[in-house]
C-alpha cells in the first residue's frame, strides 16, 4: 500500500495535506482498495462548514456505500469536480487527481490529533 510520509492520516482512511491555514483531504491507497471500483461520490458545497469527524459526504462503490469524515475542524473552499465526471481518478491516483476537497482549517490544534504515516501503517499492516 502507498502511504506518502508528507500526510496524516484518520483510523477512517481519510488523508490530509496541509498547506498553510488549507488542507486538501481525500481517501487512502488502503480505503480504495478495501472499496473496489468506485462508481460515484458525493461532496458537500463550496462554503460549507464542518466540525471534525462530521460526514462531509459519501463514495459508492460496486460493493458498498461509505461515509467520508473530515479529519478537522473547518470551511469548504473548493471540491475536485474532476471527481463528479471521473470517479475512477480516486482508484488510480487518490493521492494527487484524486483527491475530494480543500479545505480551510479552523482549529489547527486538531492536526495533533491525526495519525502520523507510521502509526496509521501499524493499522493497515
Known amino acids: 500500500m502507498n502511504t506518502p510520509d508528507n500526510l496524516l492520516y484518520t ?20 480505503a480504495q482498495s478495501e472499496l473496489g471500483d ?11 462548514e464542518f466540525e471534525k469527524n462530521d460526514v462531509f459526504g459519501t463514495i459508492e462503490a460496486v460493493k458498498t456505500l461509505a461515509d467520508l469524515f473530515l479529519p478537522v475542524s473547518g470551511k469548504i473552499v473548493e471540491v475536485n469536480e474532476n ?8 482508484n488510480s491516483d487518490p493521492y494527487n487527481d484524486g483527491w475530494l476537497i480543500k479545505m480551510t482549517i479552523s482549529n489547527p490544534d486538531e ?7 507510521e502509526d496509521y501503517k ?3 499492516n
Open 11 to 30: 483510523n477512517e482512511h481519510e488523508w490530509i495535506r496541509v498547506e498553510g491555514s488549507e488542507a486538501f483531504v481525500g481517501i487512502t491507497d488502503y
Open 122 to 124: 501499524k493499522i493497515i
Open 111 to 117: 492536526l495533533n490529533e491525526i495519525l502520523k504515516p
Open 83 to 90: 471527481i463528479e465526471n471521473e470517479p475512477e481518478l480516486i
Open 38 to 48: 468506485i462508481v460515484f461520490v458525493e461532496l458537500p458545497n463550496t462554503d460549507d
